[in-house]
């Protein structure tokens, strides 16, 4: 079973940086798409950034511009680097894979907190 850990969050201020790391054990990922996705109170969980095996990589549209996916196959790891934050972006964050459903096993996430 395949185990995620992510890691990087924190709290910025308006216009801020992050980058969020995801580690995965027990499973090579590298042959799946992988996703970050978000969830703010009150919210359900999105989808905001996806990468496939190849490197192809898609984003929501209200972080299009300002975040960034990527992958190290080599470290079985995935990341977001989000620039620009904005207090909207808020939330918890998790990775998990993308594409025919993610995987039951979600990690802990990591919280990210954007002041005005």
């Known amino acids: 079973q395949v185990q995620l850990v992510e890691s990087g969050g924190g709290s910025v201020q308006f216009g801020g940086s992050l980058r969020l790391s995801c580690a995965a054990s027990g499973r090579i990922i590298s042959i799946y798409s992988m996703g970050w996705y978000r969830q703010a109170p009150g919210k359900e969980r999105e989808l905001v950034a996806a990468?496939?095996?190849?490197?192809?990589?898609d984003y929501a549209d209200s972080v299009k511009g300002r975040f960034t996916i990527s992958r190290d196959n080599a470290k079985n790891t995935v990341y977001l680097q989000m620039n620009m934050l904005k207090p909207e972006d808020t939330a918890v964050y998790y990775c998990?894979?993308?594409?025919?459903?993610?995987?039951?096993?979600w990690g802990q996430g990591t919280q990210v907190t954007v002041s005005s």
């Open positions: 990468i496939t095996s190849y490197g192809s990589t």
């Open positions: 998990n894979k993308w594409g025919g459903g993610p995987w039951s096993s």
